[in-house]
């Protein structure tokens, strides 16, 4: 459960590659791989399906943040990459519609610029982020999981009876915004973004674990009393890590709902987040690349075993039941460091 | 006013309809310190048996014993094949092998009962209205299942507090290694509580499946209601599920009715109509967050 290769810098310093450093850089390696290679032979679904890939790797790993690291369970993840969605969402919606968001103090009339709205969509994140953290932080344990889950099913249930923008039908974008100098609506260039995005934040992610404020996040987990006792207060660690995670899964969040042009509850839904921990547990929880490997595991298996029957989720149930009980450390453990058990 | 009375008597329906499920959750948390997201599941499960029974026999009696027999089976089996493995686990673990549960056994009844709504009949003893001392008339089923929702939770108080298995379940709260030292089948105590808990579970899922509709899910927004019901009353304590499950109860019934009318006192009524209800569907987590501002630990929560 720890955060294997981040603290195995020494080994960096060798100038070899461990063995977690080989599978991570297959994984991104197999990622942009796979994307160009069904790009070459003209699957443009399976395209989509990669790039579906990255955004939830992206959404996984800004929940990794938190429960890699800071060891917080948070089961209302979907809030942000919700939050996000709509963000996108609705300053498209505005923006296509001519419809000014508001008109004091200054005229706003929506955008259809992906970086302004990833701005507003990390911002947004961010302050949800701070409020439900806040609240959340003041418990622990069992309390913070129901909590969390708790205030991602009012912000569901907010989203499903506020009928402004859509209400329960969702809200459509109906051209992909677009990035400078890009053409979003091109698949494999919408990809490369996202890839490219992916990347940053797994950069970002890493800068910070092995920061001063990274190894007191994991201080926190490890053991809060020693944090205090060399004047560190982990609830202020705790929550900056937990707003910088629901701003990267918002960030999430508007490509996801670029990559559908729709945005709906769903989004929402606390089955999302859900998933986003089967993502971790599957990759191997507090691993860099844990959201890309179990994310794109998740996604095949979803892929293939839905091709087989309806059922897929019975199955995917009994796998997951199975991972739990008999395969901690998730592939990238099992890859890593061979067979492991208990 | 009467709308009033008889909304507040929906919320207490509900309220205590929440309660069993509230009641096992908190149980199994406190006992065997497990976080239970398939709790819904086995909801779904007694709701499905009573349709099935009370399909095949045309009894809905017949129908409610069986959601509460297939609820405890399908509990005490999931517990000894997979619940008990989690105990010693972290709560990630459990909340992951519990989430695991759902996706089985949701998409195995969906195998089975494919996804459209099935529709429980009130039974005819139960059926029709009834003129309450001030004249309102109320649905003769509803106040059933408040009568019968009091009348368990009037039994659990008494099982927990005065027989020999309530004692064993408080000291197992306390200490489980000293009671298990002192004798007492652990393991079988454990299958137990949370065989007690499905049954209550399925219970509840039966009463309200008739209400509303017995389907695939059915148990996932109940389970979430639970949760904030023993956010709020205090996880582990039987008294505040009690009372958390009525305060939530009656705020999602009230707030559903009044907040449109006080919308409506300064804004447009299409507007008013639309804030309310979304404030509306928020008000029970607010209320969760105010608790929570207040006491951290819950109303009546011994561990935070």
Not at chain 1, 66 to 85: E, I, K, M, Q
Not at chain 1, 166 to 179: A, H, K, Q, S
């Amino acid at each position: 459960m720890s955060a294997a290769e981040i603290t195995a810098a020494p080994e960096r310093q060798r100038g070899r590659m461990n063995r977690a450093q080989i599978v991570n850089a297959a994984l991104a390696l197999g990622l942009v791989g796979f994307g160009l290679g069904v790009w070459a032979m003209g699957e443009i679904f399976l395209v989509t399906l990669a790039t579906k890939v990255a955004i939830l790797a992206i959404a996984g790993a800004g929940l990794n943040l938190v429960l890699g690291f800071g060891g917080l369970v948070s089961f209302g993840h979907s809030a942000y990459f919700g939050l996000g969605g709509y963000t996108a969402g609705i300053l498209a919606h505005h923006a296509l519609n001519y419809t000014p968001m508001f008109e004091w103090p200054f005229l706003f009339e929506g955008t259809t610029s992906m970086p302004v709205i990833w701005i507003t969509a990390m911002i947004v994140g961010a302050l949800a982020a701070a409020m439900i953290g806040a609240l959340s932080l003041r418990t622990a344990g069992v309390y913070f999981i129901m909590i969390t889950l708790a205030f991602g099913q009012m912000i569901f249930y907010f989203a499903i009876s506020w009928p402004a923008y859509g209400g329960e039908d969702g809200l459509p974008i109906y051209v992909r915004n677009g990035f400078p100098g890009l053409n979003t609506l091109d698949p494999i260039q919408f990809f490369g973004l996202v890839c490219a995005v992916l990347f940053a934040v797994l950069a970002l992610i890493a800068i910070l674990a092995r920061s001063r404020f990274g190894l007191a996040l994991q201080a926190a987990r490890q053991n809060r009393q020693r944090l205090m006792a060399v004047g560190i207060r982990p609830g202020g660690v705790l929550l900056v890590a937990f707003v910088i995670s629901g701003a990267i899964t918002a960030l999430a969040g508007a490509l996801y709902a670029d990559l559908n042009r729709f945005v709906s509850p769903s989004m929402l839904s606390w089955h999302l987040s859900g998933e986003l921990l089967v993502f971790l547990i599957l990759g191997g929880t507090g691993r860099l690349f844990a959201p890309l490997a179990g994310a794109g595991l998740y996604i095949a298996l979803e892929h293939l075993l839905g091709g087989v029957s309806d059922h897929w989720q019975l199955f995917f149930g009994l796998l997951l039941l199975a991972v739990v009980l008999f395969a901690r450390g998730g592939v990238i453990g099992f890859l890593a460091e061979g067979k492991r058990h208990g | 006013m009467l709308l009033l009375i008889e909304q507040l008597l929906n919320g207490l329906q509900s309220g205590l309809m929440l309660f069993l499920m509230a009641a096992g959750l908190t149980l199994v948390f406190g006992v065997m310190g497990l976080i239970n997201l398939a709790h819904g599941s086995l909801y779904m499960v007694g709701a499905f048996a009573c349709a099935g029974v009370a399909a095949a026999t045309g009894s809905f009696w017949l129908g409610l014993a069986a959601s509460i027999a297939a609820a405890a089976a399908a509990g005490a089996i999931v517990e000894v094949a997979v619940i008990r493995r989690l105990y010693a686990r972290d709560h990630l673990d459990q909340v992951l092998a519990t989430f695991a549960l759902i996706l089985i056994i949701s998409e195995g009844t969906r195998w089975l009962y494919g996804s459209f709504p099935l529709y429980l009949n009130v039974p005819p003893s139960l059926s029709g209205s009834v003129i309450l001392p001030g004249g309102i008339q109320y649905s003769l089923f509803r106040l059933a299942i408040i009568g019968v929702g009091l009348l368990v939770a009037v039994g659990l108080f008494l099982l927990i507090g005065k027989t020999r298995i309530g004692v064993q379940v408080r000291a197992g709260e306390a200490d489980r290694e000293m009671i298990a030292a002192l004798g007492v089948d652990i393991g079988r105590l454990y299958t137990l509580v949370f065989a007690l808990g499905a049954a209550l579970a399925g219970m509840a899922g039966a009463l309200v499946g008739t209400i509303q509709s017995v389907q695939v899910g059915m148990g996932e927004p109940v389970l979430i209601l639970a949760f904030v019901v023993i956010v709020i009353g205090g996880i582990g304590s039987i008294k505040g599920a009690l009372i958390g499950a009525l305060l939530v109860g009656l705020t999602d019934t009230m707030g559903r009715v009044l907040l449109p009318s006080v919308f409506d006192l300064f804004m447009e009524t299409s507007a008013a109509t639309s804030m309310g209800a979304a404030l509306a569907s928020m008000a029970i987590y607010i209320l969760m967050a105010l608790v929570l501002l207040v006491k951290p630990g819950g109303l009546f929560g011994a561990r935070a």
